[in-house]
């Protein structure tokens, strides 16, 4: 089979695009004919070898993956030939820039019906990462205020459909380029911070704090003046410690995404209920990926992209 992958860390230039051998499951494993992977920056994080998750070497990426169930290994319930299929992979483990690719049977869940297959690849994680952050980290609820810092990316966008339906009222600051994307994922208010200092703009403190951007740790620190006491601050920039205030109760939390098969199923569900829209903003094949990946390192991606095997 056709395959991308990386036998030492370093540049885009590593990546290789080659044939190797199809792999077998194993038991509780399931083959997946793969119809679409996804890029993430931590597949750049780990082709660099600056991400710590050890990962053997050759290593293909792409640990979000969509495709139909090609063969199951033993001690395997509940899927079967033909299914239609989307997970989240373990990030050690070789993903899903190939034609096929193995996968621990309770990573997979059936794969949402009223998108197309290969644009499924764009959901897992970075859904997953919105979830956890908003609900399972901030304790999100609904009447709370929410601010969330760099908005305009996948996960900010995901993250304000989803607290619009806890019933939250969204604060979200973004650039000129991706205020109108913002304000269709349904924030309530949305901050131009290329022109206004953030907590000049808000009316009245926040409940939660969601951070999805690069800031100065500084800026960081002064922004959690934003959350009212017993409050929460959420981050995804795990290079950046988060910042909390112990004197009025504002805890800190960090998220890395944590692979979850309840709640992949339950965001598959709000697709199909047309309650989630699915971001895909390019389609690749494997054979652009090197130079996908030479793209991201000059932080040229925007949206997300799915790779076609």
């Known amino acids: 089979m056709k395959a991308v992958r990386f ?7 590593v990546l290789q695009h080659v044939e190797v051998e199809q792999p077998a499951p ?9 119809a679409a992977s996804a890029y993430n920056a931590a597949d750049g994080g780990m082709r660099g070898g600056f991400l710590p998750i050890p990962v053997t070497l050759p290593h293909v990426p792409g640990y979000d993956v969509s495709g139909t169930v090609e063969a199951l290994g033993d001690d395997v319930e509940g899927l079967a030939v033909g299914d239609e299929v989307v997970g989240f992979l373990p990030m050690e483990r070789d993903g899903g820039a190939a034609e096929f690719v193995i996968a621990p049977a309770d990573a997979l ?5 009223k998108i197309p297959l290969v644009d499924a690849a764009a959901l897992p994680s970075v859904a997953l990462t919105a979830w956890q952050a908003l609900v399972d980290d901030g304790g999100l609820q609904a009447g709370q205020r929410l601010l969330v810092v760099g908005a305009g990316g996948v ?16 604060v979200a600051t973004a650039s000129p380029r991706s205020a109108d994307a913002v ?51 959420v981050s995804t920039t795990a290079f950046i410690a988060t910042p909390g205030d112990e004197s009025r109760g504002v805890r800190a939390a ?3 995404v944590r692979p979850d098969r309840d ?7 709000l697709v199909d209920a047309g309650e989630l829209t699915v971001e895909v903003t390019r389609r690749i094949t494997l054979v652009e990926l090197p130079a996908l990946h030479a793209e991201a390192e000059a932080g040229r991606i925007a949206g997300k992209v799915v790779v076609l095997p």
Do not use: S, W
């Open 7 to 13: 036998e030492q860390v370093g540049g885009p230039e």
């Open 155 to 170: 996960v900010g966008k995901y993250a304000i459909q989803l607290a619009k339906r806890l019933g939250a009222h969204v």
């Open 109 to 113: 869940v059936t794969a949402p019906t």
């Open 183 to 233: 304000r269709a994922a349904g924030a309530d208010q949305v901050i131009d911070h290329t022109a206004v200092d953030v907590l000049d703009a808000l009316d009245e403190p926040v409940d939660v704090m969601l951070n999805l951007a690069p800031l100065d740790p500084a800026q960081f620190e002064a922004d959690v003046t934003a959350v009212r006491d017993g409050g929460v601050v």
């Open 263 to 269: 709640r992949l199923e339950q965001l598959v569900a």
């Open 254 to 256: 960090t998220v890395f």
């Open 26 to 34: 194993g038991a509780g494993e399931v083959l997946v004919r793969v």
